[in-house]
């Protein structure tokens, strides 16, 4: 079965500096990738997606990914990170039209 | 465009005692998920329908049932609700690939 991973659990950062949320998976087919923001007491919001074309894919809030298919990896990253980014992120894939499945999440915690 | 509307947002039960989270989509999506969230472990889907009338059980179905009677609803049921389903759940909806979320029901069985 596809699974996806996300190696940090927490992250802490101070403002400003440079964020890189690590996503792989396991399919090896086609698939759609995703990253969803959850900030505190809300629902998930989609940051970005990538269906096909160029891997460099950018998203709300200055958040980009880049699509590596031979590392089967999707990270995430953010060149200075601000207070408001504190949220958790979630990493997705969804393997042709199958089924959308999450990884486990990171924290991310954004001192000011 | 409301989007994806679940109720209740909160709901506290006793141990034995069953209910029915509701989910309705108003952007004419085939695909309908559950998903339950608990802390670190991610959300984990609960049961799955590609489209009207049908169902898959996904990750964690125990202890679940799910109802998609029409296109634009998709119910999720406790029979017999458990402590260890105190959890977030959150309804979801997707025509390929995006997939669109509820406000999450925040439930607390003790």
């Known amino acids: 079965a596809q699974s996806v991973s996300q190696h940090n659990h927490h992250v802490i950062l101070s403002e400003a500096a440079s964020l890189e949320l690590g996503c792989n998976y396991s399919y090896g087919g086609t698939v759609n990738l995703f990253w969803y923001v959850q900030y505190p007491g809300q629902h998930l919001q989609l940051l970005l997606k990538?269906?096909?074309?160029?891997?460099l894919v950018k998203g709300i809030k200055g958040f980009e990914a880049e699509f590596i298919k031979s590392k089967f990896s999707f990270n995430l990253r953010k060149p200075s990170v601000q207070w408001s980014d504190t949220a958790e992120y979630f990493c997705?894939?969804?393997?042709?039209?199958?089924?959308?499945?999450f990884g486990t999440g990171t924290r991310l915690l954004v001192s000011p | 465009n409301a989007g994806v509307t679940q109720t209740p947002k909160f709901q506290v039960l006793k141990t034995g005692q069953s209910m029915t989270l509701q989910c309705a989509q108003d952007m004419n999506h085939n695909s309908m998920y559950w998903y339950r969230q608990d802390p670190g472990m991610g959300l984990r889907l609960i049961y799955y329908s590609a489209s009207e009338g049908t169902t898959d059980k996904g990750e964690v179905p125990n202890g679940y049932n799910v109802s998609r009677l029409n296109k634009r609803e998709f119910s999720l049921r406790l029979e017999s609700a458990a402590p260890s389903q105190t959890s977030v759940y959150f309804c979801?909806?997707?025509?390929?690939?995006?997939?669109?979320f509820g406000q999450g029901t925040r439930l607390t069985v003790v």
């Open positions: 990538y269906f096909s074309g160029d891997p």
């Open positions: 997705a894939v969804k393997p042709g039209f199958q089924k959308l499945v």
């Open positions: 979801a909806s997707s025509d390929h690939p995006e997939a669109f």
